[in-house]
């Protein structure tokens, strides 16, 4: 049988780039290699660490369709990424990210007040956009365990790292991103923290270390925790729980992405001094020179934008790009970047209490914090204690350290109760979840309700509870019990549940559930599916998935009986198929649900009789699967599933012509055995020749139900189940013990 490895997956979701890691069987953290970002542009960018780099970038068609997702996707102009920034955001938050990023995206207003992106007809919001980075990130790391170990993996936990300093809206939709990709078991896990674990495991702590600085510059965040060395490494291997952080502060919108609109600004300048007008059509090839300029700044002195379309080259030296990242201000106000990194820096400090000397190491860590000018700003502020990137990479240790550690999620911004006008503080910045507490409310003579409004800081109120208010309406017969007690409830993933307590009863706030659609399928979703598979007129889909489904049960069925060669080339086969199958079958449980909540669909409905114009979207939701990149792989990998199967299934075929042999041989053995015995004027006993008769027959019919099954197999219709092989070969055992006596 194939074997089944079960393990984590960590995921390092980032603004511009992606990267996993999982635990292999012996413990340790193995970075996962993508085999498409070979591409000389990653590599000269990220060295040897490319091939470990995904873009998070998705390209859509015009229909809004998903095309292509990481190194793929960034060929195309007008594909989304820096999507993160996006996250949890509200329509005017987003609006003013995408004008100071020059980003060409239509962003609308969702029902709630969320961001959405317009994308052909589709309105789809950033969670959606990153579901699709982060499947493909699954299959590849499936595909490159199963290169590396030969064996079946299934991840059974999936931690996405968050920045710490993130709230709770954009934590939420980071989860929703991993149910849209149909992941279950889903952990967040902070990225700075898991990055101090790596190092921790890498072993570039000293023993006597203290107090260790993450400074987290990425491309869209900053994130800047104090973790306590001595906790750390008291923490048991699988959960840290009692992780105070010493602080924890950053912005998250400052990052590697700010810069570059800082300097594609300069650029534009320098353009319309030549009196060349920059239109829309050239942003994104502006953008993207000049941030392989910056990059390129970070080794060399000078860098040149080379500009295709306008026939123009632009020359950036370092001495300029420090000179407009500390002094030129963020969106034309405020403080320079570099101030800010360095305010959040020393706001860190005021926080934690600690002072800068007490720091024992400084980890740094995202592309950003190659730059001189960075390294510079943090040793003038801390001192020489940096550990160096070629001791550990800024690139990849959050993904490496998600995957080793089961570590809590973080509160990142305070959540208080508004009482009185006044901010009362439930749950501090820094600490670990789960948390409990219970605030009571002292109820004046004169009121009449307790409002309850919760408020995380700066947090805009779209998806529940925060910032809404419930009233408890006060009761006037109680009397003078006039207290309520309000228990809040944070899970271990920042779910928040409140009760009430007052006079005498208990009342559950009735927070709005944050699940979109079940990941696993209920009965209704079964009857839908085989509705809508089973449509005739449905038939490339149609055909496609009952296909796939049958080569792969094929494939587990015939592989046991397989040479050890053909059982490899079939499980990676099969593998391949697997992951992508599984990607478009979320698919349609997804477009599916949509249809169910649309047209307020029940079983009942469904065992009555489906309504044409179910049956009509149904149809366009297949032909729509048909244009999709991860379909196309569906029918692509399933033949070459087919093919792989037929090579092992001829090879079968040849055991099959043995059998044969075995029977004619089984035949003449019997004749002769006859023969012999006759001139001895000896018979052979009835009972020996008419078994062995018997026998052959059975072979026979054997043999041809065998042919007939492999044949099927071969074509994708059925699976054989082994019973016939084995069946063959026990009948073949004891022809030969029967032949003995004959
Ligand atoms: N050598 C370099 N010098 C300067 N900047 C760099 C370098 N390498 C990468 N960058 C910049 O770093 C950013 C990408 O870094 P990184 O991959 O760490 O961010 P991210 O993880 O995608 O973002 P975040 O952590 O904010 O979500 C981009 O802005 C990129 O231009
Ligand atoms: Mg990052």
């Excluded at 927070?511 to 696993?520: C, D, E, G, I, N």
């Amino acid at each position: 049988m194939i074997k089944m490895v079960k393990t984590r997956l960590g995921i390092d979701l980032g603004t511009r780039n992606s990267a996993a890691a999982f635990v292999d069987e012996s413990g340790e953290s193995v970075i996962v290699h993508f085999q498409e970002s070979e591409t000389a542009d990653l590599k000269r960018r990220y060295g040897n660490e490319a091939k470990h780099i995904f873009p998070s970038v998705v390209a859509y068609d015009r229909y809004g369709e998903c095309m292509h997702v990481g190194e793929m996707a960034t060929r195309f102009e007008g594909a989304f990424w820096d999507v993160k920034r996006y996250l949890g955001k509200s329509y005017e938050e987003a609006l003013k990210e995408k004008e100071k990023l020059k980003h060409p995206y239509t962003v609308i207003r969702g029902s709630d007040g969320e961001a959405k992106f317009k994308i052909g007809e589709k309105e789809v919001l950033p969670e959606e956009i990153l579901s699709e980075l982060l499947k493909k990130i699954k299959i590849d790391a499936e595909k490159h365990y199963n290169r590396l170990y030969g064996s079946e993996i299934r991840f059974d936990r999936i931690k996405i790292t968050v920045p710490a300093y993130f709230g709770r809206n954009h934590k939420i939709a980071t989860k929703r991103a991993g149910e849209f990709a149909g992941f279950e078991n889903i952990h967040l896990i902070p990225e700075p923290v898991a990055a101090a674990i790596a190092c921790m495991h890498a072993g570039k702590f000293d023993e006597d270390d203290r107090y260790a600085l993450v400074f987290d510059l990425g491309a869209g965040t900053l994130d800047i925790v104090i973790v306590d060395h001595r906790i750390l490494k008291k923490a048991s291997d699988e959960e840290i729980e009692k992780l105070k952080l010493m602080d924890i502060t950053g912005n998250i919108e400052l990052g590697g992405d700010d810069m570059d609109s800082k300097i594609v600004d300069w650029v534009i300048g320098e353009l319309k001094k030549d009196k060349i007008d920059v239109n829309d059509d050239y942003i994104e090839e502006i953008q993207k020179k000049v941030e392989q300029a910056k990059i390129d700044l970070s080794t060399d002195l000078t860098a040149s934008i080379h500009l295709d379309r306008l026939g123009k080259s632009i020359t950036l030296t370092r001495e300029k790009l420090e000179g407009l990242i500390s002094e030129m201000p963020l969106s034309g106000k405020g403080q320079p970047f570099l101030e800010k990194c360095r305010t959040e820096l020393n706001n860190g400090f005021k926080n934690a209490k600690i002072g800068k000397d007490e720091i024992d190491k400084v980890l740094l860590i995202g592309g950003p914090t190659k730059m001189p000018i960075i390294r510079k700003m943090i040793k003038e502020e801390i001192g020489d204690c940096i550990i160096e990137d070629h001791e550990i990479s800024p690139m990849l240790c959050v993904a490496e350290g998600a995957c080793l550690k089961d570590i809590p999620i973080i509160v990142g911004k305070p959540y208080g109760l508004i009482k009185y006008d006044q901010f009362e503080e439930v749950a501090k910045k820094g600490v670990t979840m789960p948390i409990r507490k219970t605030v009571t409310w002292d109820i004046l003579p004169s009121e009449t309700r307790i409002p309850i409004h919760i408020v995380q800081e700066k947090e805009h109120p779209y998806y529940d509870t925060i910032g809404k208010e419930y009233d408890i309406l006060v009761d006037p017969t109680i009397g003078n019990v006039q207290r309520a007690d309000i228990t809040f409830k944070l899970s271990r993933e920042e779910e928040l549940d409140i009760t009430v307590e007052y006079g005498g009863s208990k009342i559950e706030l009735p927070l709005k559930s944050r699940k979109l659609f079940k990941t696993k399928e209920s009965n209704l979703m079964d009857l839908l599916i085989k509705e809508f598979v089973g449509d005739k007129s449905n038939y490339n889909t149609s055909y496609v998935m009952v296909a796939a489904t049958h080569a792969m049960l094929s494939a587990v069925n015939l592989s046991e009986f397989m040479e050890k060669s053909d059982q490899g080339k079939v499980k990676e086969a099969k593998n391949n198929l697997e992951s992508y199958f599984n990607v478009v079958h979320i698919h349609i449980i997804r477009k599916l649900s949509e249809l169910i909540n649309e047209f307020g669909i029940t079983e009942k409905n469904i065992k009555e009789g489906i309504d044409e114009e179910v049956r009509q979207r149904m149809r366009e939701i297949g032909k729509a699967l048909e244009g999709r990149k991860d379909f196309l792989e569906v029918k692509e990998n399933m033949e070459v599933l087919g093919r792989v199967l037929g090579d092992a299934t001829r090879r079968m075929r040849w055991s099959v012509e043995q059998a044969k042999e075995e029977r004619v041989k089984a035949k003449t053995v019997l004749e002769k055995g006859m023969t012999v015995r006759n001139q001895r004027g000896d018979e052979m006993p009835k009972e020996v020749s008419g078994r062995i008769e018997d026998k052959i027959a059975e072979l026979d019919r054997a043999i041809v139900d065998l042919e007939t099954e492999m044949k099927n197999a071969v074509m994708l219709e059925r699976g054989v189940d082994g019973g016939n092989i084995l069946k063959v070969s026990h009948l073949q055992v004891e022809l030969d013990a029967l032949l003995e006596l004959a």
